[in-house]
C-alpha cells in the first residue's frame, strides 16, 4: 500500500501522520515546491514510525516521480485561507497551482486515485478532473466528511447522544446545508442554531489557530483508508455528478461509497424538497465560480 501526498505542509504533514499511525502502510511519498520542508516531513515521519515499530518507506521531496505506483494520491497542495476569507476567494490563485499538478500526477501517476483537500475544494475537484481526464469515480474531494464530523460535535454539544448518522451536504462553503431527513441520533436539538454553528465554525477555528489542521487529518484518513482497504463505506464526499439528484458537470458534496475503485456509487436518498433544493443552491454558486474561472 502506498499512500502519496502532493503538499508538505501542516494539513498534508498531519495527515501523513494520521494515516501512518492506524494504518499498515508500505510507502509514502511526499512531494513539494518546497523541497526541504517535504524531506524533513518524511524524515520525521519515519522517526514516528520506528517509535511505533513500523518501518514503511518515506521518501520527500520535489520531485513528481516519488508518486510512482500510488495507490491514492492526497493533494492539499496551495495557498491557504486566511481569516476573512471564503473558500471560494482562493478559487483563482489556487486552480493554477492544482491545473499544474494534474499534468504532473499523470505523466508520473496515472493510475492513482486522487483526494482533493486544496480549497475551494469543490471547484479544484472539478478542475483536477477536468485536466487529468480521468474517470468521475478516480478524483474526489474531502469536504463534507469534515463538515459532517464538524456537525457530530456540534450536536452533542447540543444535547444529541449515540450519533448514528449526520451529514452536511452540498458545497464545502457557506452554502452547505444540514440533511435533516437522514439525521439518526437520540434527543431533541434546536436545528437552526446546529446548522449555523456547524456552517460557520471553521472560520472561528482559522480566526484564533490560523488554520483547520487535525479535522482534516482525520478525515483525510478515513477516506484514504475506505479506498485503499476497500471499506465501501458511506462518506459524504465530493463527487462530480452525472445526473444524480437532477444536477451534472458539478463537484457537489453527496452521500457516496467509497472503496478501491474510488467513488463505487453515489447514494440516492429520497431527500424533502428543501434539501433537493440546497444541492440546487450548492451546484448554482460552484457552476458560477467555474465559468468565472473558464470551466
Request: with cysteine.
Amino acid at each position: 500500500m502506498k499512500i502519496g501526498f502532493v503538499g508538505a505542509g501542516r494539513i498534508g504533514a498531519t495527515s501523513a501522520f494520521t494515516c501512518l499511525q492506524h494504518m499498515d502502510v508500505d510507502e509514502i511519498a511526499i512531494v513539494d515546491i518546497m523541497e526541504d520542508l517535504a524531506v524533513g516531513e518524511a524524515m520525521d515521519l519515519a522517526h514516528a514510525a520506528a517509535g511505533l515499530d513500523k518501518y514503511p518507506n518515506i521518501k520527500g521531496g520535489s520531485d513528481y516521480s516519488l508518486l510512482k505506483r500510488s495507490d491514492i494520491i492526497v493533494v492539499s497542495a496551495g495557498l491557504a485561507r486566511k481569516p476573512g476569507m471564503t473558500r471560494l476567494d482562493l478559487a483563482t490563485k489556487n486552480a493554477g497551482i492544482i491545473k499544474d499538478i494534474a499534468g504532473k500526477i499523470m505523466e508520473y501517476a496515472p493510475e492513482s486515485k486522487i483526494l482533493v483537500v486544496t480549497n475551494p475544494m469543490d471547484v479544484m475537484n472539478y478542475i483536477m478532473w477536468k485536466e487529468t481526464g480521468k474517470p468521475r469515480n478516480e478524483v474526489f474531494g474531502m469536504g463534507n466528511m469534515l463538515d459532517s464530523s464538524r456537525l457530530k460535535e456540534r450536536l452533542y454539544a447540543h444535547g444529541a447522544r449515540n450519533i448514528r448518522k449526520a451529514y452536511m451536504l452540498g458545497e464545502h462553503g457557506d452554502s452547505m446545508f444540514l440533511a435533516k431527513s437522514l439525521a439518526d441520533f437520540d434527543n431533541e436539538v434546536d436545528w437552526a442554531k446546529v446548522e449555523e454553528e456547524t456552517r460557520f465554525v471553521a472560520a472561528e477555528v482559522i480566526k484564533r489557530k490560523g488554520a483547520t489542521i487535525f479535522g482534516p487529518a482525520v478525515s483525510i484518513f478515513r477516506m484514504v483508508r475506505a479506498v485503499v482497504e476497500d471499506t465501501k463505506e458511506e462518506i459524504p464526499t465530493s463527487v462530480i455528478l452525472d445526473g444524480e439528484y437532477g444536477i451534472k458537470d458539478v463537484a457537489l458534496g453527496v452521500p457516496a461509497i467509497l472503496g478501491k475503485n474510488g467513488v463505487e456509487k453515489v447514494v440516492e436518498y429520497d431527500f424533502s424538497e428543501e434539501e433537493l433544493e440546497g444541492f440546487k443552491r450548492s451546484a448554482s454558486i460552484l457552476k458560477e465560480r467555474l465559468k468565472e474561472l473558464g470551466y
